[in-house]
């Protein structure tokens, strides 16, 4: 009976090991196992913050690259924008100067005419002054043998002077005619006779009517003759 107690306790003294060894194996293996799993959430942990942060970075990326495209793009507009004000500007200042030029020669124009007006202004009322003084001419060519006393005579000649005075204050004066060479400008021809002289071939013998110039304008022509 002795031996069967023995027995026995020495059985339950293993079986009490045998617990304490069972219960005292798996606690590292827990630790272990908490250390992985541990690891194992930091990895994925740490992979979702790179991806997360990759996206971030992404998206900045992607919402950055626009941005510089509008940027360049307002850049653009601005460019064309300030072209084109200097291109309307350069117009207008081209335009203004044309202008100006066009209304220089208008007053330069205008003050020409006025002058000319102002000089030629009592043409018509001149001209028909001369059959006047044409008339005088002759009554005094008809009278020029009576003597100079004569009161007739006197009234004709001061009447004549006193119309040459006028016309030259209005600037008209007489075309030298006689013994020159003939000029189409000024001259008008009548007929043409044998020269009595060999100096006179080709220029004015005789005058029919005197020619008049106002102001250096031919306002009638002289009638000549002409010797050839």
Sequence with gaps: MAEEKKVKEQETVDEKKTEN???????????EEDKTTEKDIK???EKTTGTKVKEEDKKQEEKGKP???KRKSEKAKYQETIEKMQSTIAEMQDKNLRLQAEFDNYRKRTLKEKMELIKSGGESVLTSLLPVI??????LASISKAEDDDPVKQGVVLILKKFEDFLKQNGIKEIEAKGKVFD???HEAITKIPAPSEDLKGKVIDVIQKGYLLNDKVIRFAKVV???
């Design 43 to 45: 990895k994925e942990e």
């Design 67 to 69: 941005k510089k495209k």
């Design 226 to 228: 002409i010797g050839e």
């Design 134 to 139: 044409d008339d005088f001419e002759r009554a």
């Design 21 to 31: 060894t069972c219960s005292e194996k798996p606690q590292p293996e827990t630790k």
């Design 184 to 186: 189409t400008d000024h």
